[in-house]
Structure formats: structure tokens, C-alpha cells
């Protein structure tokens, strides 16, 4: 069973959140999500600073999944609070929201461990596991959050860099890589806009590569082997 369709069994999302910020949001985009080169769902984010300088992120996501008989509607949140500086996450949490069984998972960094609580089906588990030093969380079908990631390459070093990645579907960490490729011009219907690429590799699960521009954020994100493409909305032609 592929990690795609694992990830639309379970599922999962938050049962405690903190709470969302009143100040005015210091970032947001759309990025349009297509499978099999047809449009498939949207992700939009925003980002608010805290005042301590913590950042918080909220996303709200929307595709449609099908398995070649029935197309799923899945909608769900995410909130991301990161902190000041180095961006280490401080919490993250999914909640599902289309369907009748708002699921939800959360993850908690305190005191060394990072944990995993689970809520699926009115059932709540907990895992825990020890805090890897620069540890990330990139999510299945959160695209924004490859922002974080690639502000975390070191460019003076340059080659295929590894990071901690803990995956709160499954409660614990698979391997992630980054390799950069260079920059290059992307060419859009407003323009041309200078872009750097990476490859990234979900060590044994799949690889990609995406890019961003001159801000570290998300342009593009191709992913063969799931017949993935995401793409910032503006970057689009108006239709």
C-alpha cells in the first residue's frame, strides 16, 4: 500500500491547538495542486508573527483524491508554530474537516521528546520519541512547509544534505535529503522570475525536486511518481 493512500486511511489532526493569532497575518498564498496533470485541490496559507517572534502558520487544504471508481472530496487544517529564528517546530497540529469523522492528530516539543497524539475515530493514542537535534516536520500534502525546509540548507556547503524528518502520520522519523541543483529562470505569464532548485528524497518512499524564489518560498513541486505537480497560484495564466 502506497504512503498516498495510507496517508487518506489515517487520517489524523489536533485536540489541543494553540490559539490562532489576532495580529495581521505577514504572509499568505495559494498553491494549486494537480494529479495527473489535472487540477485536483488547493492549499492556502497564511503566516503571523508572534510577539515573542515565534511564527505561526495556518493552512487550510482542499483536493479531490480518486482511485480510478469514486472521487473523494478530503478537506483538512493545519497549524504550524515555529520558532524564533531557526524555525525548529514547537507544535503542529492536523485536523480533518470534510467528512464526519474529524479526525486529528497534534505534535508536541517539550523537554527532549516530540510526541504524537493521535485521535482517530473517537480512539486517542500517544507516541513519544526523543528529540533529534534540527529535527523538521515536512507532512504528506502540506506544501507549504517546504518553505522551512529549504531555509534550513546550508548553500556554502552545498551537496545532499540530510535531516530529521518526523512524520506525525506514522509517529516517528523517515529519513529526508536535499540536494540543491542550481538556480535558473522560470518563465510565467507576468514574467520571469529567478528560481533555486532542489531535489528532494523521502529516503526509500519517493522523490521530487521543487523550487523556490528569491524568498525561500514554494514555486513549484513536481513529483513524478505520484503524478504530482504544485504550483503558487499567481504564477498561473488568469483564466
Request: glycine residues 8%; proline residues 5%; aromatic residues 10%.
Amino acid at each position: 500500500m502506497s504512503f498516498h493512500f495510507l496517508w487518506l486511511l489515517l487520517l489524523a489532526g489536533v485536540s489541543r491547538t494553540p490559539a490562532v493569532s489576532d495580529a495581521t497575518p505577514a504572509y499568505s498564498q495559494t498553491y494549486a495542486i494537480f494529479l495527473k496533470g489535472s487540477p485536483a485541490g488547493t492549499e492556502k496559507i497564511t503566516e503571523t508573527p508572534q510577539k515573542d517572534g515565534s511564527l505561526l502558520a495556518v493552512s487550510e487544504h482542499e483536493i479531490l483524491i480518486s482511485d480510478g471508481l469514486e472521487t473523494k472530496r478530503m478537506a483538512f487544517t493545519t497549524t504550524m508554530h515555529l520558532a524564533k529564528g531557526n524555525l525548529a517546530p514547537l507544535h503542529y497540529s492536523y485536523k480533518y474537516t470534510s467528512g464526519d469523522s474529524r479526525d486529528a492528530y497534534e505534535i508536541n516539543v517539550k523537554d527532549g521528546q516530540i510526541t504524537r497524539i493521535l485521535n482517530r475515530g473517537g480512539h486517542i493514542s500517544e507516541v513519544s520519541a526523543p528529540l533529534q537535534p534540527g529535527v523538521v516536520i515536512l507532512d504528506f500534502s502540506v506544501y507549504h512547509q517546504y518553505d522551512y525546509l529549504s531555509r534550513k540548507y546550508d548553500l556554502k556547503k552545498r551537496g545532499r544534505q540530510s535531516f530529521h524528518n518526523f512524520i506525525p502520520l506514522i509517529g516517528s522519523e523517515i529519513p529526508l535529503a536535499l540536494t540543491y541543483l542550481g538556480d535558473s529562470k522560470l518563465e510565467y505569464p507576468g514574467g520571469v522570475m529567478a528560481v533555486r532548485n532542489f531535489k528532494i528524497e523521502f529516503v526509500g518512499i519517493w522523490t521530487g525536486t521543487f523550487s523556490t524564489d528569491s524568498n525561500g518560498r514554494l514555486v513549484r513541486l513536481l513529483s513524478p511518481g505520484q503524478d504530482l505537480e504544485v504550483v503558487r497560484k499567481d504564477l498561473l495564466p488568469k483564466q
